[in-house]
């Protein structure tokens, strides 16, 4: 595990692997999501973030919606799987490993999905609006899919982010 973390851009090609899955939570894979939680909450805006992100490829991914979702939890996705996806909607969205760039990307509105927890307990929920996006996005992740990899055109759907300097 990397002692400090920094985020890998595209097209760095760790974000293209499909990430191994974790087997057991030892002590350092708790210090590893501890660092990445916190990481993550550096970053502005920041509601999730996948391990191949900072460089480790392994099944282990943040989200935390609840600064927009009222009740939302934050959520530490070890192995996590969508079982059902329920309808669509288009939205923008951005990745740290893209900073420049925003897309119109079309996912499910509504996802069931299972995956284990920081004590290696299995667990499922449902969700939808910002927060299923956000999963369904750090799912990609793990599995090498970049948001820009979703949307229907590249020529209309994404847009050069503006340069506050
Ligand atoms: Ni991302």
């Known amino acids: 595990m990397p002692s400090r973390l920094a985020i890998r851009h595209f097209p760095d090609s ?11 939570v030892d002590r350092q894979t708790r210090i590893f999501i501890d660092q990445l939680i ?21 099944q282990i991914a943040i989200v935390d919606a609840s600064a927009k979702v009222p009740g939302a ?16 909607a288009i939205f923008r969205e951005g990745c740290m490993s893209l ?5 119109n990307v079309r ?6 999905f299972e995956w ?3 004590h290696f307990k299995k667990q499922e929920h449902i969700t ?7 999963v369904q996005h750090e799912i990609d992740h793990l599995n090498g899919f ?20």
Do not use: W
């Open 116 to 118: 284990r927890d920081i």
């Open 128 to 134: 939808s609006g910002l927060e299923a996006r956000c």
């Open 99 to 103: 900073p420049d760039f925003t897309a």
């Open 38 to 58: 916190k990481f993550m909450k550096c970053q502005p805006g920041g509601i999730g973030i996948a391990a191949p992100q900072v460089g480790v490829p392994r």
């Open 14 to 24: 760790i974000l293209r692997r499909v990430s191994e899955p974790v087997r057991t």
């Open 146 to 165: 970049l948001f820009v990899d979703r949307v229907v055109s590249l020529k209309t759907d994404v847009f050069r982010r503006k340069r506050y300097l």
């Open 107 to 112: 996912r499910a509105e509504k996802i069931k």
């Open 73 to 88: 939890k934050l959520l530490v996705l070890i192995n996590p799987v969508i079982t059902t996806f329920e309808h669509e």
